[in-house]
């Protein structure tokens, strides 16, 4: 995710702002392109959760490096039932989780690599697997699952006060074993996450189009359709259907929805927690939060242009999704109810 800063998009009360490239413009005016059948069951989705959760909910960062203190890594009341039962609650049908981040720490045991979950020692003696737990949270309750992984770029310097110990490499937002063949340790464990865990209804693919892996995107798309040709493949901010299944919206980055008329399958990422913060950080004042009624005029405009609304409200340090942001998706839950459930 993008961490520049935002002014009126982090505002209690936001302008929609309708996208005006050239891109978005042929969507909403060019007739549908021939899609598949998961893309259009993908339309119908509506209502999804983010979750980012890793290493930089406990070191109070969005852009973690990999240099991170594992130990504090603890989440003692880690519940991913919760999670999908409080996004039922507010009308939700899908949740992505942050399986990897900038850290380069997958959340599940990787055959590739040590800087997995592993490394979280105080965690369940560093044999968990959140992967797991999460896709079965979801499918017990009837939710689509979606994983997250984020590809390399230059994501630890002093701007974002992580860089690099003194002497250490940059790890680009992957483990130490992917230096120096970045394209094949992503097949890894793009490979892992699409054989383990059953069938996956959606992998969200962050910074697809980075300076390292860039010009081979195609291969790694023809590679995730061979092992699961179901599941829709997202590609961040994608702005056309042959690098990615839907069409991608940052919502907190550039302010934009589809615009008005889109006949295309789409998805607008946005946070509940303003200063465009993604992983958890406690709420001091109401202004730290996005109002129940703005998320709710956001998730019917989005529905309006034929978007899903895929809303990040990310767990505490307890492994919880809690206080106030629970209180704020509890409302928006209750104003979904009184609209009849309907965006």
Known sequence: MKTLILVAATLAVRPLIAADAPAAQAAATAPAAVLTAEQRDFMKWKFGMFLHFNIGTFADRDWASGYEDPDLF????????????????????????????????????????????????????????????????????????????????????????????????????????????????????????????????????????????????????????????????????????????????????????????NVLPAEVCDAIQTGQRWFWTEAKKPSDLQSAEQIVKTLRACAERNANYLLDVPPDRDGLISGPQLERLKEVGALMAKAGAKP
């Open 74 to 261: 603890n989440p003692t009341k880690l519940d991913c039932g919760q999670w999908a039962d409080a996004a039922k609650s507010a009308g939700m049908t899908y949740m992505v989780l942050t399986v990897k981040h900038t850290e380069g720490i997958a959340l599940y045991d990787s055959a590739f690599t040590t800087h997995d979950i592993t490394l979280f020692k105080k965690f369940r003696g560093g044999k968990g697997d959140i992967v797991r737990e999460f896709v079965e949270a979801c499918r017990s309750r009837g939710l689509k699952v979606g994983l997250y992984y984020c590809f390399p770029g230059d994501y630890s310097d002093e701007e974002h006060h992580n860089a690099p110990p003194a002497g250490k490499p940059s790890l680009h937002g992957l483990p130490p074993e992917a230096a120096g063949n970045y394209v094949e340790f992503i097949k890894h464990q793009l490979g892992e996450m699409l054989t383990r865990f059953g069938p996956i209804d959606l992998l969200w693919i962050d910074q697809y189009a980075n300076k390292y892996t860039g010009d081979r995107w195609p291969e790694i798309q023809a590679y995730v359709r061979g092992l699961q040709p179901h599941c829709i493949l997202l590609a961040n901010n994608a702005a056309n259907l042959k690098d990615s299944d839907v069409l991608g919206y940052e919502f907190p980055w550039r302010g934009e929805l589809p615009p008005a008329g």
